[in-house]
Protein backbone atom coordinates (compact mmCIF):
# COMPACT_ATOMS: atom_id res chain seq x y z
CA UNK A 1 0.00 0.00 0.00
CA UNK A 2 1.36 3.69 -0.80
CA UNK A 3 2.11 5.99 1.62
CA UNK A 4 -0.60 8.61 2.54
CA UNK A 5 -0.43 11.74 0.36
CA UNK A 6 1.37 14.03 2.40
CA UNK A 7 0.33 17.08 0.24
CA UNK A 8 -3.45 17.04 1.52
CA UNK A 9 -2.99 18.00 4.75
CA UNK A 10 -5.97 16.15 7.40
CA UNK A 11 -7.48 18.02 10.61
CA UNK A 12 -5.51 17.11 13.40
CA UNK A 13 -6.84 13.90 14.73
CA UNK A 14 -8.88 13.93 17.98
CA UNK A 15 -6.15 11.30 19.56
CA UNK A 16 -3.46 9.13 18.61
CA UNK A 17 -5.43 6.38 19.07
CA UNK A 18 -7.94 7.41 16.59
CA UNK A 19 -4.98 8.35 14.09
CA UNK A 20 -3.75 4.64 14.94
CA UNK A 21 -6.83 3.27 14.38
CA UNK A 22 -7.22 4.88 10.83
CA UNK A 23 -4.11 4.41 9.37
CA UNK A 24 -3.71 0.57 9.35
CA UNK A 25 -3.29 0.43 5.46
CA UNK A 26 -0.48 3.71 5.44
CA UNK A 27 2.75 2.19 4.38
CA UNK A 28 4.64 5.06 5.95
CA UNK A 29 2.64 5.14 9.24
CA UNK A 30 5.26 4.08 11.78
CA UNK A 31 2.43 1.81 14.50
CA UNK A 32 4.80 1.34 16.86
CA UNK A 33 5.75 4.56 17.26
CA UNK A 34 1.76 5.96 17.29
CA UNK A 35 1.41 2.74 20.11
CA UNK A 36 3.69 4.46 22.01
CA UNK A 37 2.07 8.26 21.96
CA UNK A 38 -1.46 6.31 22.64
CA UNK A 39 0.19 4.93 25.89
CA UNK A 40 1.80 8.43 26.84
CA UNK A 41 -2.06 10.27 25.92
CA UNK A 42 -3.73 7.33 28.24
CA UNK A 43 -2.04 9.61 31.60
CA UNK A 44 -4.87 12.56 32.24
CA UNK A 45 -5.89 14.45 35.23
CA UNK A 46 -7.09 11.90 37.97
CA UNK A 47 -5.17 8.51 35.87
CA UNK A 48 -2.11 10.32 36.89
CA UNK A 49 -0.41 6.49 37.84
CA UNK A 50 -0.96 3.53 35.82
CA UNK A 51 0.22 0.02 35.58
CA UNK A 52 0.54 -1.74 32.53
CA UNK A 53 -2.84 -3.47 32.72
CA UNK A 54 -4.33 -0.69 33.47
CA UNK A 55 -2.90 1.10 30.19
CA UNK A 56 -3.93 -1.82 28.26
CA UNK A 57 -6.99 -1.33 29.08
CA UNK A 58 -7.77 1.96 28.47
CA UNK A 59 -5.43 2.00 24.98
CA UNK A 60 -6.77 -1.63 23.73
CA UNK A 61 -3.08 -2.44 23.36
CA UNK A 62 -2.10 -6.00 24.25
CA UNK A 63 -0.48 -5.81 27.70
CA UNK A 64 2.75 -7.63 26.67
CA UNK A 65 3.27 -4.61 24.05
CA UNK A 66 2.19 -2.25 26.29
CA UNK A 67 5.17 -3.85 28.79
CA UNK A 68 7.88 -3.19 26.06
CA UNK A 69 6.51 0.58 25.64
CA UNK A 70 6.42 1.72 29.02
CA UNK A 71 9.69 0.18 29.53
CA UNK A 72 11.20 1.97 26.32
CA UNK A 73 9.47 5.04 27.51
CA UNK A 74 10.59 5.04 30.71
CA UNK A 75 14.39 4.76 30.06
CA UNK A 76 14.11 7.39 27.94
CA UNK A 77 12.74 9.55 30.93
CA UNK A 78 9.21 10.04 29.18
CA UNK A 79 7.57 7.78 32.13
CA UNK A 80 9.22 7.23 35.58
CA UNK A 81 8.47 3.96 37.48
CA UNK A 82 7.34 3.43 40.60
CA UNK A 83 8.32 0.67 41.99
CA UNK A 84 6.01 0.76 45.68
CA UNK A 85 3.05 0.18 43.18
CA UNK A 86 4.67 -1.64 39.94
CA UNK A 87 3.06 1.56 38.22
CA UNK A 88 4.05 4.67 35.95
CA UNK A 89 3.78 8.36 35.64
CA UNK A 90 4.70 11.09 33.20
CA UNK A 91 8.04 11.68 33.68
CA UNK A 92 10.15 15.43 33.45
CA UNK A 93 11.13 14.77 30.05
CA UNK A 94 7.35 15.37 28.16
CA UNK A 95 7.51 18.56 29.03
CA UNK A 96 10.05 19.32 26.48
CA UNK A 97 7.81 18.57 23.76
CA UNK A 98 5.26 21.12 25.05
CA UNK A 99 8.45 24.08 25.25
CA UNK A 100 9.02 24.71 21.64
CA UNK A 101 5.50 24.72 20.91
CA UNK A 102 4.66 27.14 23.91
CA UNK A 103 7.57 29.15 23.35
CA UNK A 104 6.41 29.92 19.56
CA UNK A 105 3.12 31.66 21.83
CA UNK A 106 5.58 34.82 22.59
CA UNK A 107 1.70 36.73 22.76
CA UNK A 108 1.25 34.82 25.82
CA UNK A 109 4.00 36.87 27.74
CA UNK A 110 2.10 40.43 25.97
CA UNK A 111 -1.27 39.27 27.15
CA UNK A 112 -0.73 38.05 30.99
CA UNK A 113 -0.15 40.92 32.62
CA UNK A 114 -3.35 42.00 31.45
CA UNK A 115 -5.17 38.30 32.09
CA UNK A 116 -4.16 38.51 35.38
CA UNK A 117 -5.68 42.29 36.17
CA UNK A 118 -9.19 40.99 34.84
CA UNK A 119 -8.52 38.08 36.78
CA UNK A 120 -8.55 40.36 40.01
CA UNK A 121 -11.18 42.17 39.00
CA UNK A 122 -14.07 39.45 38.59
CA UNK A 123 -12.08 37.28 40.92
CA UNK A 124 -11.74 34.00 38.52
CA UNK A 125 -10.26 32.91 36.19
CA UNK A 126 -9.03 34.38 32.50
CA UNK A 127 -7.62 32.43 29.65
CA UNK A 128 -6.43 31.59 26.49
CA UNK A 129 -6.65 28.56 24.66
CA UNK A 130 -5.38 26.78 21.18
CA UNK A 131 -7.63 24.58 19.09
CA UNK A 132 -6.70 21.13 18.62
CA UNK A 133 -8.49 19.05 16.92
CA UNK A 134 -12.33 18.80 18.41
CA UNK A 135 -10.90 20.00 21.79
CA UNK A 136 -9.37 23.72 23.05
CA UNK A 137 -6.44 23.25 25.64
CA UNK A 138 -5.16 26.09 27.98
CA UNK A 139 -1.90 27.25 26.70
CA UNK A 140 -1.80 30.51 29.22
CA UNK A 141 -3.75 31.30 32.58
CA UNK A 142 -4.43 34.02 34.91
CA UNK A 143 -6.30 33.52 38.01
CA UNK A 144 -7.23 35.26 41.14
CA UNK A 145 -6.72 33.81 44.49
CA UNK A 146 -10.30 32.38 45.19
CA UNK A 147 -11.14 30.60 41.61
CA UNK A 148 -13.91 28.23 42.76
CA UNK A 149 -14.43 24.52 41.57
CA UNK A 150 -12.65 25.19 38.15
CA UNK A 151 -8.91 25.97 37.77
CA UNK A 152 -7.81 25.62 34.44
CA UNK A 153 -4.09 24.71 33.80
CA UNK A 154 -1.67 24.80 30.93
CA UNK A 155 -2.19 21.71 28.67
CA UNK A 156 -5.95 20.86 29.99
CA UNK A 157 -7.98 20.23 27.07
CA UNK A 158 -12.02 20.89 26.84
CA UNK A 159 -14.54 20.14 24.34
CA UNK A 160 -14.73 22.70 21.74
CA UNK A 161 -18.49 22.24 21.12
CA UNK A 162 -19.66 22.38 24.90
CA UNK A 163 -17.91 25.69 25.86
CA UNK A 164 -17.47 29.07 25.16
CA UNK A 165 -13.66 28.99 24.49
CA UNK A 166 -14.08 26.63 21.70
CA UNK A 167 -17.45 28.42 19.97
CA UNK A 168 -14.71 31.46 19.51
CA UNK A 169 -12.11 30.11 18.64
CA UNK A 170 -14.32 28.20 15.67
CA UNK A 171 -15.08 31.96 15.30
CA UNK A 172 -11.54 32.63 13.91
CA UNK A 173 -11.63 29.58 11.30
CA UNK A 174 -11.66 30.11 7.83
CA UNK A 175 -15.02 28.49 6.61
CA UNK A 176 -13.51 25.53 4.74
CA UNK A 177 -11.75 25.02 8.01
CA UNK A 178 -15.08 25.36 10.04
CA UNK A 179 -16.89 23.16 8.09
CA UNK A 180 -14.16 20.26 8.70
CA UNK A 181 -14.69 21.38 12.20
CA UNK A 182 -18.18 20.80 12.35
CA UNK A 183 -18.32 17.45 10.53
CA UNK A 184 -14.71 16.20 12.82
CA UNK A 185 -17.36 17.20 15.97
CA UNK A 186 -20.70 14.86 14.44
CA UNK A 187 -18.34 12.09 13.97
CA UNK A 188 -16.76 11.74 17.13
CA UNK A 189 -19.80 11.85 18.97
CA UNK A 190 -22.90 12.47 17.05
CA UNK A 191 -25.59 12.35 20.22
CA UNK A 192 -22.63 15.56 21.63
CA UNK A 193 -23.04 17.71 18.50
CA UNK A 194 -27.01 16.86 18.54
CA UNK A 195 -27.43 17.68 21.68
CA UNK A 196 -24.61 21.42 21.19
CA UNK A 197 -25.02 21.76 17.38
CA UNK A 198 -27.46 24.78 17.76
CA UNK A 199 -25.69 26.32 20.87
CA UNK A 200 -22.63 26.05 19.21
CA UNK A 201 -23.56 27.86 16.08
CA UNK A 202 -25.26 30.60 18.12
CA UNK A 203 -22.18 31.00 19.66
CA UNK A 204 -20.53 31.78 16.85
CA UNK A 205 -22.45 33.93 15.10
CA UNK A 206 -22.60 36.25 18.59
CA UNK A 207 -18.83 36.11 18.47
CA UNK A 208 -19.28 38.07 14.56
CA UNK A 209 -21.84 39.94 15.81
CA UNK A 210 -20.72 40.56 19.43
CA UNK A 211 -17.70 40.08 19.74
CA UNK A 212 -18.05 37.54 22.66
CA UNK A 213 -20.10 34.42 22.95
CA UNK A 214 -21.75 32.94 26.38
CA UNK A 215 -21.93 29.89 27.55
CA UNK A 216 -24.44 29.00 30.67
CA UNK A 217 -23.00 26.38 32.66
CA UNK A 218 -23.21 23.53 29.56
CA UNK A 219 -19.61 21.93 30.50
CA UNK A 220 -19.55 23.33 34.33
CA UNK A 221 -22.89 23.43 35.72
CA UNK A 222 -21.77 26.03 38.55
CA UNK A 223 -19.74 27.79 35.79
CA UNK A 224 -20.67 30.26 33.78
CA UNK A 225 -18.06 31.83 31.22
CA UNK A 226 -17.86 34.13 28.28
CA UNK A 227 -15.10 34.36 25.24
CA UNK A 228 -13.83 36.29 22.69
CA UNK A 229 -12.14 35.26 19.43
CA UNK A 230 -8.24 35.97 19.42
CA UNK A 231 -6.65 35.50 16.26
CA UNK A 232 -5.84 31.97 13.28
CA UNK A 233 -2.50 32.48 12.96
CA UNK A 234 -2.14 31.34 8.75
CA UNK A 235 0.93 29.86 8.20
CA UNK A 236 0.53 27.63 11.70
CA UNK A 237 -2.88 26.88 11.20
CA UNK A 238 -3.41 27.69 14.93
CA UNK A 239 -6.82 29.28 16.14
CA UNK A 240 -6.71 31.90 20.20
CA UNK A 241 -9.70 32.39 21.72
CA UNK A 242 -9.57 33.84 25.43
CA UNK A 243 -12.16 33.45 28.11
CA UNK A 244 -13.34 34.25 31.22
CA UNK A 245 -15.49 32.02 34.04
CA UNK A 246 -16.87 32.60 36.88
CA UNK A 247 -18.99 30.49 39.17
CA UNK A 248 -22.99 31.15 38.81
CA UNK A 249 -23.18 32.72 42.47
CA UNK A 250 -21.05 34.91 42.01
CA UNK A 251 -22.57 36.81 38.56
CA UNK A 252 -25.31 39.66 39.28
CA UNK A 253 -27.78 38.89 36.62
CA UNK A 254 -27.16 40.17 33.31
CA UNK A 255 -23.62 40.72 34.63
CA UNK A 256 -22.14 38.38 31.90
CA UNK A 257 -23.20 39.72 29.12
CA UNK A 258 -23.15 43.09 29.91
CA UNK A 259 -19.95 44.02 31.43
CA UNK A 260 -17.74 41.01 31.66
CA UNK A 261 -18.12 40.36 27.85
CA UNK A 262 -17.70 43.08 26.20
CA UNK A 263 -14.39 43.21 28.71
CA UNK A 264 -13.15 40.35 27.61
CA UNK A 265 -13.68 41.58 23.95
CA UNK A 266 -11.83 44.30 24.48
CA UNK A 267 -8.49 42.40 26.41
CA UNK A 268 -8.63 40.33 22.85
CA UNK A 269 -8.95 43.19 20.85
CA UNK A 270 -5.97 45.04 22.70
CA UNK A 271 -3.85 41.63 22.51
CA UNK A 272 -4.54 41.61 18.82
CA UNK A 273 -3.14 45.13 18.58
CA UNK A 274 0.11 44.50 20.42
CA UNK A 275 0.82 41.51 18.71
CA UNK A 276 -0.43 42.80 15.37
CA UNK A 277 -2.90 39.90 14.41
CA UNK A 278 -5.88 41.01 12.26
CA UNK A 279 -9.49 40.82 13.71
CA UNK A 280 -11.46 37.81 12.99
CA UNK A 281 -15.00 38.87 13.28
CA UNK A 282 -16.49 41.52 11.01
CA UNK A 283 -15.66 45.25 12.19
CA UNK A 284 -17.60 46.17 15.22
CA UNK A 285 -18.98 49.23 17.29
CA UNK A 286 -16.36 50.38 19.90
CA UNK A 287 -17.63 49.45 23.02
CA UNK A 288 -18.29 50.77 26.34
CA UNK A 289 -15.91 49.20 28.80
CA UNK A 290 -17.41 49.13 32.35
CA UNK A 291 -15.03 48.39 34.97
CA UNK A 292 -15.64 46.92 38.64
CA UNK A 293 -15.50 43.77 40.55
CA UNK A 294 -17.67 40.91 40.57
Known amino acids: MAPRDLSRPRHPPSSAAAVLADSVDDAA ?26 LSTLTG ?26 KYRVAARALRIAHPLLAGMQFRQVA ?3 MQELALSVRDTVSIGLLDATSMIYVETARSG ?35 LERNIAAEDGELWSAFRDKYRAGIA ?9 CWGEYMASIHAVAAPLFHAGESRQSFSINCGIPA ?12 G ?7 DSIRAIVGQAEPAPPRKARKITSGRA
Open 146 to 180: DVGPHAPDIGMPIPVVMTAMGRAAAATLPPADADR
Open 61 to 86: IPRPTVARLTHTLAELGYLRYDAERA
Open 29 to 54: FATTLAKGLVVLEAFKAGSTLLGNME
Open 112 to 114: RPM
Open 262 to 268: PRIAALA
Open 206 to 214: QCKSRGFCT
Open 249 to 260: FRLQPGQLESEI
